[in-house]
């Protein structure tokens, strides 16, 4: 069943701007992995150093696969000085489309 999936992140106000360039950068391998369907970045509309993104997949475990070669890749490791926190993860069930 198809998921949305809803990733929070609060960077590290100092480093913004080179966090968005990382994030944009690596984005459309995010877009070409099997089960993405689609991807929206987002910002706060009031200027703060937090970001959304949200993405639908085929299923969860597609997105799970995606996340393990994140991680076998060095990305996440690479992507975590630029954070003010922990990253939160939102999984939604889509259960009609209209």
């Not at 994140?70 to 922990?86: D, I, N």
Request: with cysteine.
């Amino acid at each position: 069943m198809a998921v949305i999936v809803n990733l929070q992140i609060t960077l590290d106000p100092t480093k913004k701007e080179e966090a968005i360039a990382f994030i944009d950068r690596n984005l459309p391998d995010t877009l070409a992995s099997e089960g993405c369907q689609w991807l929206y970045r987002t910002e706060s509309s009031e200027g703060s150093n937090k970001l959304e993104l949200f993405s639908m997949w085929d299923s969860r475990e597609h997105q799970e696969q995606y996340l393990q070669w994140r991680q076998e890749t060095g990305f996440m490791s690479e992507f975590e000085p630029y954070l003010a926190e922990a990253p939160v993860f939102r999984y939604l069930t889509v259960e009609k489309s209209y």
